[in-house]
């Protein structure tokens, strides 16, 4: 299992961006596959973006498509995910999460390691 850390969130207006990063200490992503999910309180993970850090193939949820974007930085050790806000649908707590598989997957089973989220909140 890798330690992931979640950094960048904070306030944003609607239509403003903000840039997360994950980063793992100790050892390197690898052959593992990276997402990010998003979860309010009082309602469960949704999956958001996941990509293999060796091939860079990315998969993005449908709902957030043409708006987030997630990349990496190889010298960083760093995924990013770029998060261009619509409203206040985006507010949540925003989490990275890491697969020795080096599964593009959207399913939280897949997923064995997680950071500790990372707050987004989208204001009007």
């Known amino acids: 299992q890798l330690q992931l850390v979640e950094s960048g969130g904070g306030s944003v207006q609607s239509g403003g961006s903000l840039r997360l990063s994950c980063v793992t200490s100790?050892?390197?992503?690898?052959?593992?596959?990276v997402g990010w999910f998003r979860q309010r309180p009082g309602k469960g993970r949704e999956f958001v973006a996941a990509m293999n850090w060796n091939s860079g193939g990315t998969y993005l949820d449908d709902s957030v498509s043409g708006r987030f974007a997630i990349s990496k930085d190889n010298d960083r050790n760093t995924v990013y995910m770029e998060v261009k806000s619509r409203n206040h649908e985006d507010t949540d707590g925003y989490y990275c999460?890491?697969?020795?598989?080096?599964?593009?997957?959207?399913?939280?089973?897949?997923?064995?390691?997680w950071g500790p989220g990372t707050q987004v909140t989208v204001s009007s």
């Open positions: 100790g050892r390197t992503f690898g052959d593992h596959g």
């Open positions: 999460a890491a697969n020795g598989a080096g599964a593009v997957a959207g399913e939280e089973r897949w997923y064995d390691s």
